[in-house]
């Protein structure tokens, strides 16, 4: 390591000089050849001992491109912002930890090689450092990149990513076990679930009604290999995303394994949900109704860490517990939003607001959720072409029934996902209350595209906004042909359901729920849930819009010309368009 400080000492003194314009004569002695950098060194706190100041101080004057003091990486403010939260220590161990492994290997060719040998070992392991270059992209659509960041992943970049951040399923599925095991989540003395052989063998399903979770895993992790491009932090973000996925399922097999059969028995009645395209007011809606105090949508929180069984009515002040496990999913939202700012102002996301299923049809590797957050297009395709997906929602139903304990408040769900699964939707909850919301096509493909290339660019430096755009038109066009085709055949079965124990579907448009919500609410209550909105819940509904304004959380920008989207003329849309009358919105988001 000594030798490999020595090298690279020599080497970027007098490269980085001459980057930084300082004049200086190159030392000689490694153990003094910083003083010129002191200024940096102190300001980064990093040790006078280690060669890997160099690298730390040249990212932050190129990169951050602070003023000589750096005033915004003050421990202050280092705790609060994803791009400053990692401290220049941090910064030193890892950049230098990827400098010595690239020299070392080559210490005897590096000592017998010439000065220009060494310049082109300095001039890889500073291309390295150089972050990818975004500035074709809209500045809006930009990935976040602070300093901090661009060192890590030049780490990836100089040592390969998947050296330092196993992906396999076995890893994952390990680091989900020792997750589930450290968190006192898995029964006493039993193994994991995840790791038992012949994985769905008894749950008396068949290839037929949809993958096992250990082949969506498998498809899932091919895709993040193949098409992802995944940064170094990417890939421990990735990680992170699908081990706390898998822990929340081992928990809660290992839960019910313990608890007696009235845990999971719990008889759904006419669940509300929620279905249509992103973006065409699902969440407006879903939180409109949330306001009703007999309805029950289940929050971040209790998707996300659902064992041990929430409380009935979970307050912070009255379980200790619940504070904690509320305040845990809090900080890992907003450690996530502090890599995509404005994130709010596309989708806001709390521990305690009502959140989509996409959460728990993840548990079983058969979900949307992946698609959004990561470039997954050969997941995706995989995904969509799937002919059932039963498998799925009898997971999604057992898990609301362990969630629903002695509760009997009905519940409200909302996924996009919901959408190309209509007729597994009506399979597994036949007297379910559907709510399908619509929009112009063009309009929603723009909504989407925005969001997604945002997320996107939180773990990967590849950013294609066409090929976003293509990939979203060419999903869509599958999907709104077949839920076009069977919302058709179910119009055609019979008129409108008059036994209260028959499904039900009620449309809503985005213009009319825009122009006048409450209005849309109100006809809602009376065709589809059969009963009138009280004064109380209107009163409630009309306090969160007021308090809700658009754009609370900043403007969501995004335009069709970004993406390459025009579904203006496109055929495979109008027959969408025709059967539902589909409106443009009233406004962009």
Excluded at 45 to 72: G, I, N, T
Excluded at 238 to 259: C, D, F, N, Q, Y
Excluded at 286 to 291: A, E
Aim: proline residues 8%.
């Amino acid at each position: 390591a000594r030798f490999a400080c020595a090298t690279i000492d020599r080497e970027l003194h007098h490269v980085l000089a001459r980057s930084l314009r300082l004049s200086l004569e190159v030392p000689t002695r490694w153990d003094t050849g910083f003083r010129v950098f002191e200024p940096y060194r102190r300001d980064f706190q990093v040790p006078h001992e280690s060669c890997f100041a160099l690298p730390v101080a040249w990212c932050a004057k190129r990169s951050l491109a602070l003023p000589p003091r750096y005033p915004s990486l003050a421990p202050s403010n280092t705790a609060t912002n994803m791009g400053q939260w990692i401290r220049s220590a941090v910064w030193a161990v890892i950049v230098g930890l990827g400098a010595v492994l690239v020299v070392l290997p080559h210490q005897e060719s590096i000592a017998a090689t010439s000065t220009t040998s060494s310049d082109r070992l300095v001039a890889h392991l500073l291309g390295a450092l150089t972050p990818p270059d975004h500035s074709a992209l809209p500045p809006y659509l930009r990935p976040f990149r602070p300093g901090g960041i661009q060192v890590i992943n030049g780490l990836g970049r100089l040592i390969g990513g998947e050296r330092l951040v196993s992906l396999t399923p076995a890893a994952l599925v390990e680091a989900a076990c020792v997750a589930a095991r450290d968190a006192g989540l898995l029964n006493t003395g039993s193994d994991c679930p995840l790791q038992r052989p012949n994985q769905c063998v008894d749950d008396g399903m068949t290839d037929a009604d949809g993958p096992c979770w250990v082949d969506g895993l498998r498809v899932l992790v091919d895709s993040l290999e193949g098409d992802a491009d995944l940064t170094l932090l990417g890939r421990v973000v990735v990680k992170g995303a699908i081990t706390e996925t898998l822990k929340s399922r081992a928990a809660l097999e290992s839960a019910w394994e313990s608890a007696p059969p009235t845990a999971v028995s719990q008889e759904i009645i006419k669940p509300i949900l929620i279905v249509g395209m992103p973006r065409t007011g699902t969440t407006l809606l879903h939180n409109l109704l949330n306001q009703d105090p007999a309805l029950r949508a289940p929050q971040t929180w209790e998707l996300t860490n659902p064992v041990p069984r929430p409380p009935h009515d979970p307050t912070p002040d009255f379980d200790p517990a619940v504070a904690a496990r509320i305040s845990l999913v809090d900080h890992n939202i907003d450690q996530y939003k502090q890599l995509i700012p404005g994130m709010d102002a596309m989708h806001p996301i709390a521990a305690t607001q009502a959140e989509e299923c996409t959460v728990l049809l993840s548990h079983s590797m058969d979900s949307v959720q992946f698609e959004a957050m990561f470039p997954v297009s050969g997941y995706a395709r995989w995904l969509y072409t799937l002919p059932r997906h039963r498998r799925a929602m009898q997971w999604h139903k057992r898990v609301l029934q362990w969630l629903q304990g002695p509760d009997t408040r009905q519940w409200l769900l909302k996924s996009p996902y919901f959408f190309p699964l209509l007729e597994d939707v009506r399979e597994t909850y036949p007297d379910a209350r559907i709510i399908h919301t619509h929009r112009e096509p063009t309009e929603v493909f723009a909504s989407t595209s925005s969001l997604m290339a945002k997320l996107y660019g939180a773990v990967s430096d590849s950013i294609d906004l066409h090929a976003i755009g293509r990939e979203q038109v060419a999903t869509y066009a599958t999907v709104l042909t077949k839920a076009t085709a069977l919302r058709s055949r179910w119009d055609a079965e019979k008129a409108p359901a008059k036994d209260a124990a028959d499904f039900r579907v009620f449309d809503v448009h985005l213009s009319d729920l825009q122009q006048n919500p409450i209005g849309v609410v109100r006809r809602l209550y009376t065709d589809l849930l059969g009963r009138e909105l009280s004064n109380d819940v209107e009163t409630r509904m009309k306090t969160w819009l007021a308090m809700n304004k658009r754009d609370k959380h900043g403007h969501h920008r995004h335009s069709p010309v970004d993406f390459g989207i025009n579904t203006t003329n496109d055929p495979r849309f109008e027959p969408y368009r025709h059967y539902f009358d589909v409106k443009p919105a009233l406004s962009h988001g």
